[in-house]
């Protein structure tokens, strides 16, 4: 979409599709040929092995006063009212990557309460907690924007965003977004 709208940008990504605006591999290991305006992180640091390493990569990546707009996950704000209320509301079985029911179906088969699975889960799988990854955010940028909202939303059986916005409102469930920009402070 950026490179439609005129954008010189890439894609980097262990999954990345095929194409020569794409790199199949994980930032740490991506050697930019440039300082870039803006870096943009969408539901991946949650993932990396060394949250402090990405993130110094970077704040070395961005040219001085560089953007860095982060949409990310706060796996803690998964809690068992928000995990239910998804659950409630999966799509039928699919071939496409499902992961909110194989979190569901894995967490009735452990026989654990869903904080105890989720924890496991969530360390088994090396994830950053949303508020340590503000945290760090905070340590190396300064923040421009910072709110937090509907998450599930996309990979649910006729939810939209706005359903979703409407259910935090009420207090049925927590918000599980983070949205973020900051700006380098390299110069």
Do not use: K
């Not at 991946?44 to 990546?61: F, K, P, W």
């Not at 949303?130 to 990979?155: C, K, M, N």
């Not at 935090?168 to 920009?181: H, K, L, N, S, T």
């Amino acid at each position: 979409m950026l490179r439609s709208a005129g954008y010189d940008a890439v894609g980097v990504d262990p999954e990345a599709p095929d194409g020569p605006e794409y790199h199949r591999t994980e930032f740490e290991r991506y050697e930019m040929p440039r300082p870039a305006s803006a870096i943009v992180a969408c539901t991946s640091l949650h993932h990396v092995a060394d949250l402090g390493e990405v993130l110094g990569r970077v704040e070395a990546g961005l040219v001085p006063g560089g953007a860095l707009v982060v949409v990310e996950w706060a796996r803690e704000r998964f809690d068992d009212a928000t995990a239910r209320w998804c659950f409630d509301r999966l799509p039928s079985p699919s071939g496409d990557h499902d992961w909110l029911r194989h979190r569901r179906d894995e967490w009735q088969d452990s026989g654990m309460p869903w904080e105890g699975y989720c924890r496991a889960w969530a360390e088994e799988e090396g994830m950053h907690e949303g508020q340590h990854i503000l945290r760090e955010l905070s340590a190396r940028f300064d923040q421009r924007f910072l709110a937090a909202g509907p998450f599930f939303f996309a990979d649910l059986a006729g939810v939209s965003e706005e359903d979703e916005r409407a259910a935090i409102a009420a207090g049925e469930i927590q918000a599980g977004r983070i949205d973020y920009v900051g700006r380098s402070r390299n110069s």
